[in-house]
């Protein structure tokens, strides 16, 4: 199975660190960051888990709920939890989804087989609260992901439900936004966009963000 943005992510019932789980209800009206890690008690997933963690705080002020998966069983996550906890200095409060039956996995195409044929890739998964697929990110089993990249796009895409504009390249919370090409009379663009714009070109107009 193909996920492509905008599709409803897969629901499902899967056993997890936390016990029996099924997503749709368990993400309720949040955010989502669902993760695969290739196995339990590998390294890179191990800072990857904990630096999850210690974005609790982050998360919570977006409304955002993080769940990793592995093809492991929940004992092993249970015993794979202490070390990530020991290790990076803190408390990793969200699930990990027991997946030793590939099934979730399958769902959300996270095994290639030219990577590996038994272990998923680094997938990344944002979500928002009507289950639609916002960002598919897909990291080689070698490179650890950027949380703060995460971050970011969440910001954007809150931003950019909320507001009809864009985010430029490397934009962040705070920073001037874009006018969409689609907004084209100027009355529109008065109200819409208070505090004004510049076009260096007539494609390119940027106005600062708008409040929150």
């Known amino acids: 199975m ?10 499902f019932e899967q056993d997890s ?6 997503f749709h209800e ?8 669902l993760f695969s890690h290739p196995a339990d008690f590998t390294p890179v997933c191990t800072t990857e888990l904990g630096l ?7 998360f919570d002020k977006r409304n955002v709920k993080a769940i990793a998966l ?5 004992d ?3 015993q794979w939890i202490k070390d990530i906890e020991e290790t990076q200095q803190t408390v990793v409060g969200f699930p990990i989804i027991a997946d030793a039956d590939r099934k979730v996995a399958a769902l959300y195409d996270m095994i290639h087989p030219n990577q590996s044929e038994t272990v998923t890739v680094r997938s990344l998964f944002i979500i928002d609260p009507n289950k639609k697929v916002r960002l598919i990110i897909t990291y080689p089993l070698t490179t650890g992901r950027n949380f703060d990249e995460v971050l970011r796009v969440i910001d954007a895409l809150q931003l950019t439900d ?3 504009v864009a985010t430029p390249g490397n934009w962040r919370d705070g920073d001037d936004v874009i006018i969409p090409l689609s907004i084209k009379d100027e009355e529109v663009i008065k109200q819409k966009y208070p505090k004004g714009y510049k076009a260096p070109k007539p494609y390119l107009r940027i106005t600062p963000q708008p409040n929150k």
Request: aromatic residues 8%; positive net charge; without cysteine.
């Open 76 to 78: 092993s996550h249970l």
């Open 162 to 164: 909320g507001y009809t």
């Open 70 to 74: 592995s093809v492991d069983g929940a």
């Open 17 to 22: 660190s936390l016990g029996k789980l099924k």
């Open 2 to 11: 193909t996920l492509r943005l905008g599709d409803i992510a897969p629901d």
């Open 52 to 58: 999850t963690a210690k974005l609790k705080p982050e």
């Open 26 to 33: 368990w993400a309720g009206n949040s955010w989502v960051v």
